[in-house]
T-cell receptor
Framework: GIQVEQSPPDLILQEGANSTLRCNFSDSVNNLQWFHQNPWGQLINLFYIPSGTKQNGRLSATTVATERYSLLYISSSQTTDSGVYFCAVTGKSTFGDGTTLTVKP | DTEVTQTPKHLVMGMTNKKSLKCEQHMGHRAMYWYKQKAKKPPELMFVYSYEKLSINESVPSRFSPECPNSSLLNLHLHALQPEDSALYLC??????????????FGPGTRLTVL
């Protein structure tokens, strides 16, 4: 099956810093989502982005399908951004292992 | 309304109990999913229902029994569970089964503890 790898596994930032999270996938995909899982376990949709670039406030994402990777950018991070960020190839219901982000005040 | 609801939020059960988890969506989605998530791990797919029919069973033990009574409702019946089944159980839905461009929407999960 398809492999989804995320990096880095853990990231600690000071409030206000920017960050880039990466997702590599082993095969061509038609659907890729980024999620944020909050401390209570809720998976929140951030982006559905099989290709191209999207922006939503301080967050943006880019997927280069031909090179099999996606990037999630978080700018001016806030403590509420803390949690686990997953990318998932939702057509295969396959998740990466996640990046745990901690934003310190 | 882009919401998937799950009840209960928390469940504690003994190994001899029978209980059920419930998931509901009113977005007109025709695919519904159960995932299991252990601590510090990603969600793992258990079952997929497409148009109210079971389309994927990821070799899940028979002590987990899914049911889809109608297009809005998904249940997971639990019987004779083991302590290692303790996990967060997540339900999701997506608009059109079998279309590779689906977006999945997740409920808040049921945190299950088996004693």
């Amino acid at each position: 099956g398809i492999q989804v790898e995320q990096s880095p596994p853990d990231l600690i930032l000071q409030e206000g810093a920017n960050s880039t999270l990466r997702c590599n996938f082993s095969d061509s995909v038609n659907n890729l989502q980024w999620f944020h899982q909050n401390p209570w376990g809720q998976l929140i949709n951030l982006f559905y982005i099989p290709s191209g670039t999207k922006q939503n406030g301080r967050l943006s994402a880019t997927t280069v399908a031909t090179e099999r990777y996606s990037l999630l950018y978080i700018s001016s991070s806030q403590t509420t951004d803390s949690g686990v960020y997953f990318c998932a190839v939702t057509g295969k219901s396959t998740f990466g292992d996640g990046t745990t982000l901690t934003v310190k005040p | 309304d882009t919401e998937v609801t799950q009840t209960p939020k928390h469940l504690v059960m003994g190994m001899t109990n029978k209980k059920s988890l419930k998931c509901e969506q009113h977005m007109g989605h025709r695919a519904m999913y159960w995932y299991k998530q252990k601590a510090k791990k990603p969600p793992e797919l258990m079952f997929v229902y497409s148009y109210e029919k079971l389309s994927i069973n990821e070799s899940v033990p028979s002590r987990f029994s899914p049911e889809c009574p109608n297009s809005s409702l998904l249940n997971l019946h639990l019987h004779a569970l083991q302590p290692e089944d303790s996990a967060l159980y997540l339900c999701a839905s997506s608009p059109i089964p079998g279309v590779l461009t689906d977006t999945q929407y997740f409920g808040p999960g049921t945190r299950l503890t088996v004693l």
